[in-house]
């Protein structure tokens, strides 16, 4: 505690980001997840930006299921997976997960950001190369750093700069080449075209990763993703995703793919080896929506048609939106203190949402991110709509 230039210094740091307006203050829910939750202060609020795609955070079964886990399996193991913290119901999960998404074999960690962090640095050296999208996840960012292959970034979804940057890594002689992209992106809601990066990977030789953190559950046609989404189920190298968003959003995540790929992955990968194991009542509600989901695509249908509806009923209002099929529905205000101003007066309304800019989306790209989910009634989407264009005509964003 002698060092009192340091405390300054962070004291100056956080006064200089509140003055930027950068400041992120938490907001603090006293109420379970879900389309409609409870602020502290005992306010009722739709909420319309959880990653709760399926509606299942807050959901009962969810939460019966995790409870029948808690009763079998204990609280935890203190202990990671190899000495003594693997129980059935993780190898339960690893199986059930590799035929969710049409893989040999799965290893979950206790997040996507491990499992995002834990899979570069065991299967790539100096020798090869990772193709990476400019606007990847800031968890495939650090775990690109934490190994030595070579880098290369390609403009985000641009295929003519990722064939670009394949020749590059060809013509520098690189053993092998990994092509990394989100499957979706959350900020604009844009889906990767995996039918072209699969083409260009056969092309060039290349593996393909995909992070399916903002699809798995709810993309395609059964849900499994945006390899289904994009029809090359059984073509992508590496999948990597959460079970903290639609797959019941406690936490969790997980790598899938190849059989010597995920066991290399167990012998080697560092948040698996040095973190402890996933905690079993989050392995079995887990199981237990993977179930939920395959027997029936009910909730990954209701989710699209509330994403249709909203997405017809926005623009018909006359908000700019970013034009697409995905739940997140980016409305763009292009300026960063209108976007402030919006959300606090969608806020006032009763309506959770949160506002983006600069740094997080680019320069004049300030938006509202709308996320719809199954759990929403029509009923709720309409007193959303309704929010949207008071407080649109307030502030002068769209006309009478
Ligand atoms: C949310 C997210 C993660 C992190 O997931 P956690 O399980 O919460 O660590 C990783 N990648 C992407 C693309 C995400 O959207």
Request: with cysteine; aromatic share 8%.
């Amino acid at each position: 505690m002698s060092d009192q230039a340091f405390y300054q210094q962070l004291q100056q740091n956080l006064a200089s980001l509140r003055e930027q307006g950068l400041f992120k203050p938490e907001r603090v829910l006293a109420s379970r997840q879900g389309a409609q939750v409870v602020s502290e202060d005992g306010r009722t609020l739709i909420n319309m930006c959880a990653n709760n795609y399926l509606g299942l955070s807050g959901d009962p079964e969810t939460a019966k299921a995790a409870a029948a886990a808690l009763d079998k399996y204990g609280y935890g193991l203190s202990s990671v997976r190899f000495i003594c913290g693997t129980q059935t119901v993780h190898k339960e999960l690893e199986r059930a997960l590799s035929n969710f998404l049409g893989t040999e074999d799965t290893i979950l960690y206790a997040a996507a950001f491990d499992a995002n962090g834990g899979v570069f640095e065991p299967l790539f050296d100096e020798n090869d190369a990772i193709i990476s999208d400019a606007l990847n996840h800031a968890s495939l960012i650090d775990g690109i750093r934490l190994c030595k292959a070579a880098r290369y970034r390609y403009a985000n979804n641009d295929m003519a700069d990722l064939e670009k940057q394949l020749q590059a890594a060809t013509e520098a002689g690189k053993r092998h080449k990994v092509i990394v992209t989100d499957g979706v992106f959350s900020m604009d809601g844009t889906i990767a075209q995996l039918d072209k990066i699969v083409e260009l990977a056969e092309k060039y030789g290349a593996l393909t990763l995909v992070d399916d953190s903002h699809a798995s559950g709810f993309m395609g046609k059964t849900g499994r993703g945006t390899h289904e989404h994009c029809g090359v189920v059984g073509r992508i190298d590496i999948i990597t995703g959460t079970l903290g968003k639609a797959l019941g959003g406690a936490m969790g995540g997980f790598t899938s793919g190849r059989k010597e790929v995920i066991e290399t992955l167990r012998q080697k990968s560092r948040p698996y080896l040095f973190s402890n194991t996933l905690a079993p009542m989050i392995a079995g509600a887990s199981l237990s929506v993977l179930e939920r989901i395959s027997k029936s695509t009910e909730l990954r249908d209701r989710l699209h048609e509330n994403t249709a509806y909203f997405r017809k009923e926005i623009e018909r209002i006359g908000f700019t939106i970013r034009p697409g099929t995905h739940p997140v529905v980016p409305v763009m205000l292009f300026d960063a203190p209108v976007a402030q101003k919006f959300a606090a007066r969608m806020f006032e309304l009763g309506v959770l949402l949160s506002g983006f800019f600069y740094p997080v989306v680019p320069m004049g790209q300030a938006r509202v991110r709308v996320q719809l989910s199954a759990a929403h009634t029509r009923e709720q989407l309409d007193t959303v709509l309704k929010a949207f264009e008071q407080a649109g005509r307030e502030l002068g964003i769209i006309k009478q």
